[in-house]
């Protein structure tokens, strides 16, 4: 099945820098989608971005389909942007999504 | 904004009992599934549901598995009899079929506890 990789497992910053979380697919996708956990286990939808560039706020991802990649930008880093990232793809049409182990970011005020 | 609800938030239940979770899929939505994500772990699929049949399960979805869309509204998934090893958090998640987008929300999740 498609194996998705996620970089790096942890990362740490001072509140105010800005990251870059990538996420490596094996295979080609109809869907990407960004989630952040939160503390309280809630997965929230970041992006739906199977190719191109979407920005929203301080956060902005791009997916490079032809070259299987996709990229999570958080801009000046707040304490409350601190939880697990996850990438997840599918390649089918309504199918299940298959998630990364995530990366695990806290902000350090 | 249509979101997708859960009940209970959190459930604790003893070893060898049945548990029914409860999910409200965004209305206008046709594709519903179940994940579950044990503690620190990833999140990993457990069934699909569209036109009201299971499309896909997983290996984990065993038959001490179910769901079931008993309304127009609801999406149950019960587990029989429970095991310690199914405590996680357990999320539902909905998706409208259509060309421009298959994009999944997802409920804040149900954490069950066995004990």
């Known amino acids: 099945g498609i194996q998705v990789e996620q970089s790096p497992p942890d990362l740490i910053l001072q509140e105010g820098a800005n990251s870059t979380l990538r996420c490596n697919f094996s295979?080609?996708?109809?869907?990407l989608q960004w989630f952040h956990q939160n503390p309280w286990g809630q997965l929230i939808n970041l992006f739906y971005?199977?190719?191109g560039t979407k920005q929203n706020g301080r956060l902005s991802a791009t997916t490079v389909a032809t070259e299987r990649y996709s990229l999570l930008y958080i801009s000046s880093s707040q304490t409350t942007d601190s939880g697990v990232y996850f990438c997840?793809?599918?390649?089918?049409?309504?199918?299940?999504?298959?998630f990364g182990k995530g990366t695990r970011l806290h902000i350090l005020p | 904004e249509p979101e997708v609800t859960q009940t209970p938030s959190h459930q604790v239940t003893q070893m060898g009992q049945e548990v029914i979770l409860r999910c409200v899929p965004i209305?206008?939505?046709?594709?519903f599934y179940w994940y579950r994500q044990i503690l620190g772990q990833k999140v990993e699929f457990l069934v699909s549901?569209?036109?009201?049949?299971?499309?896909?399960k997983s290996e984990i979805f065993d038959d001490q598995f179910s769901v079931e869309r008993p309304d127009g509204s609801n999406f149950t998934l019960k587990i029989r009899s429970t095991k310690l090893e199914d405590s996680a958090m357990y999320f539902c998640?909905?998706?409208?079929?259509?060309?421009?987008?298959?994009?999944?929300?997802f409920g804040p999740g149900t954490r069950l506890t066995v004990t």
């Open positions: 295979d080609s996708v109809n869907n």
């Open positions: 997840a793809v599918d390649m089918n049409r309504d199918d299940k999504i298959i």
């Open positions: 971005i199977p190719s």
């Open positions: 209305s206008n939505h046709l594709y």
């Open positions: 998640a909905s998706s409208v079929s259509d060309i421009w987008a298959y994009e999944q929300y």
């Open positions: 549901f569209y036109n009201n049949e299971i499309s896909e």
